[in-house]
């Protein structure tokens, strides 16, 4: 085990020196930048080039699309981690599970969902890329779309009663999506999930269109657009402070 933890951290030296280097270092440079033997640095070197997270070219070593590769799912971790983080921030001041979705390359995308074992997020007992026409979530996201987009989604996603309040029918669907105010939260009830209540509020961020989200049970529907206001203006207050474009 130490003997594959040391090899592990010389590669890693390896891949540093390499980064450092824009257009790339021979290899006996590296060798001396990451403190390594030049046999050692050459076995691990052709190990890295193999496995693509480095390349070779004329007679220097550049960082491969592996490498790339891991970079591009760090960052998206991070921008991951970051959502969530916002998402606890809103969970807790509006005292509901919190959702944040958005309409990406013609579907649904719910990016995360943040609540309690006290009050938990409603149950994706249906794909909600395929019901959006069912929930709030979905309903919002395809306010934000043209007549075109819409009708290229429901060409892939039917409309269909999944519970006994559903909407039945497209036209009854783009009758309520016609009606939707611009400034006004969407809310559903049990469209989606029997015993559930929910309200969404449109976000958008450049040309992405964005909601997020809460549900409640139905018990506390009472609730829910006090608890929807609270969101809207707990995101607003976020977002002005930053380089956002932002539509509630």
Do not use: N
Not at 9 to 29: M, N, T
Not at 77 to 99: C, E, N, T, W
Not at 142 to 147: K, R, S, T, V
Not at 214 to 242: F, K, M, N, T, W
């Amino acid at each position: 085990m130490p003997t594959l933890i040391g090899s592990v951290q010389r590669a890693l030296r390896l891949l540093e020196a390499v980064g450092s280097h824009s257009e790339g270092a021979p290899a006996k440079q590296l060798a001396r930048e990451a403190g390594l033997p030049l046999p050692t640095a050459y076995h691990l070197l052709r190990t890295l080039t193999h496995e693509g997270y480095l390349r070779r070219e004329s007679g220097v070593f550049l960082l491969g699309d592996a490498a790339g590769r891991l970079a591009d799912a760090g960052l998206q971790q991070k921008r991951r981690s970051m959502i969530l983080d916002s998402l606890a921030h809103f969970r807790d001041a509006v005292g509901a599970p919190v959702y944040f979705a958005v309409y990406r390359e013609g579907e649904i995308e719910v990016v995360g969902v943040c609540d309690t074992p006290a009050s938990p997020a409603c149950e994706e007992w249906a794909d909600f890329r395929e019901t959006g026409h069912a929930h709030a979530v979905g309903q919002c996201l395809l306010g934000q779309l043209d007549a075109r987009a819409r009708r290229d989604h429901y060409d892939r996603h039917p409309v269909a009663g999944i519970t006994p309040y559903t909407v039945r029918d497209l036209g009854a669907l783009e009758a309520r999506i016609g009606s939707m105010e611009r400034m006004q939260p969407v809310v559903e009830r049990q469209e989606y999930a029997l015993g559930t209540v929910c309200a969404a509020i449109p976000i958008t961020a450049g040309d992405t269109a964005a909601t997020m989200a809460i549900s409640l049970p139905l018990c506390q529907e009472d609730r829910l657009l006090s608890v929807v206001d609270r969101l809207r203006r707990e995101v607003g207050a976020l977002l002005s402070s930053l380089s956002f474009s932002i539509s509630i």
